[in-house]
């Protein structure tokens, strides 16, 4: 008995639109979860480094709705070493930041329409790993599109993850040691 290959690309790519839909409707009901309980967040300052790594992590998991995470590191660093404070908060910041990764791997379809998303592919496509970490560098609202068209494109996740680290640390390192020298004067 033979198969008819044309059937059995048919029922891949519609098992694949369903995955890809699921996962789209989880990260966009994390996000409102997140944004609902974004003051709850606030109380894992309490366990130290791990808790700056979880704030971090969750406020970078949210979907183009912001969280205050670096307002957060620069707070803690007045309390914590800032150097560790950076390390936790870049660290959970990266690992969040691979929800929009994984949007744009499952929203791919969504996505291209936008004449942002489409300015932005371009420039990625050119210098792509250097796009990610210039925008995980700087606090800006692009990179969540930056990491919907890293997955999107299939940009190899590890990579992906390695740009955004370096970006969000060096960015953490600045923060944290803007607010240990600018919020000790208040303490």
Not at 83 to 89: D, E, G, M
Request: charged share 10%; aromatic share 12%; glycine share 8%.
């Amino acid at each position: 008995m033979q198969t008819n290959p044309v059937a059995e690309d048919q029922k891949y790519t519609q098992s694949q639109l369903i995955v890809r839909a699921l996962v789209l409707i989880a990260l966009i009901g994390a996000t409102v979860l997140l944004v609902l309980n974004r003051d709850k967040i606030q109380h894992l300052e309490a366990l130290g480094y791990p808790g700056i790594f979880l704030v971090s992590l969750l406020s970078n998991a949210t979907i183009f709705v912001p969280l205050p995470g670096v307002m957060f590191t620069s707070a803690m660093a007045v309390v914590f070493n800032p150097f560790w404070v950076a390390i936790a908060s870049g660290a959970g910041a990266s690992l969040g930041e691979l929800s929009g990764y994984l949007a744009g791997f499952s929203g791919q379809p969504v996505l291209e329409k936008s004449d942002k998303y489409l300015k932005l592919k371009s420039w990625m496509q050119r210098n792509q790993n250097w796009t990610i970490f210039l925008l995980a560098l700087i606090p800006n609202p692009l990179f969540d599109m930056a990491g919907f068209i890293a997955g999107a494109s299939r940009m190899p996740v590890w990579k992906f993850f390695l740009f955004c680290l370096l970006g969000k640390l060096a960015k953490m390192l600045v923060f944290a040691y803007l607010g240990a020298g600018i919020f000790k004067g208040f303490s």
